[in-house]
């Protein structure tokens, strides 16, 4: 079963742009994880936002947590043709266990 | 370091007939996972291995797969027999554990095509 569902499924910016996505969850976490998947190939982490915290930078990379709400963003800032590519929020519940969501799929135009 | 080794790369089977899926986690990673990726869907956790140990396998469909991690090291995961919507990427991730569960390393995975 999904744990994660991300929104938008499909995403289109221009190059430059930002870009912004959601992942709401259904149960309680440890932790709330985001990948990137390039076509074909294996996942990639991105980064990891705990239960207690709200936000967190990385590079480009902006992610915030709600717990109360049971959600997450990931804004990714100035895009580039290079971020193309589908990202997956991932959550991190008791025995490690993780679950990932059905994703969302950028394209980057340059 | 080395990263997660998966083979085969690639692997088309008949159906009926059964497969076998390797994998090498990074050396010292306790927690091994498998997953399965269905085109246009997220990956699906199939097995989650602690060591040698099953932690969860709730979603394997025991009667036709099967998987085993001997000596808390590498783990094959096995087909028998194949069906056609068997056909997705087979992922194999590692991490080194933690109680709250830390970043997973990806290989590169096995895509499986059943005919």
């Known amino acids: 079963s999904q744990q994660g569902e991300e929104d938008p499924q499909a995403l289109s910016i221009q190059e430059g742009e930002n870009a912004t996505m959601n992942c709401s969850y259904k149960t309680s976490i440890n932790n709330l994880q985001w990948y990137r998947q390039n076509s074909g190939r294996g996942l990639v982490h991105l980064i990891l936002i705990r239960s207690n915290e709200r936000e967190k930078h990385s590079g480009r990379l902006r992610v915030t947590l709600d717990t109360s709400k049971k959600s997450s963003s990931l804004l990714i800032t100035a895009s580039r043709a290079a971020d193309t590519a589908s990202y997956f929020c991932a959550t991190a519940g008791g025995y490690q266990k993780v679950t990932f969501g059905i994703g969302t799929k950028l394209q980057v135009i340059p | 370091e080395a990263g997660v080794a998966q083979s085969p790369r690639y692997k088309i089977i008949e159906k009926r007939q059964s497969v076998a899926f390797w994998c090498n986690p990074i050396s010292g990673h306790a927690t091994l996972y498998w997953y399965q990726q269905i085109l246009g869907q997220g990956p699906k956790l199939l097995i989650q291995f602690q060591n040698n140990g099953v932690v969860d396998d709730s979603q394997l469909p025991k009667d036709r797969f099967s998987a085993e991690r001997l000596k808390g090291v590498d783990s094959t995961l096995k087909i028998q027999p194949a069906k056609l919507e068997d056909s997705a990427v087979y992922l194999c991730?590692?991490?080194?554990?933690?109680?709250?569960?830390?970043?997973?390393?990806f290989g590169s995975g096995t895509q499986l095509s059943v005919l």
């Open positions: 991730a590692s991490s080194d554990g933690g109680v709250a569960g830390e970043k997973l390393f």
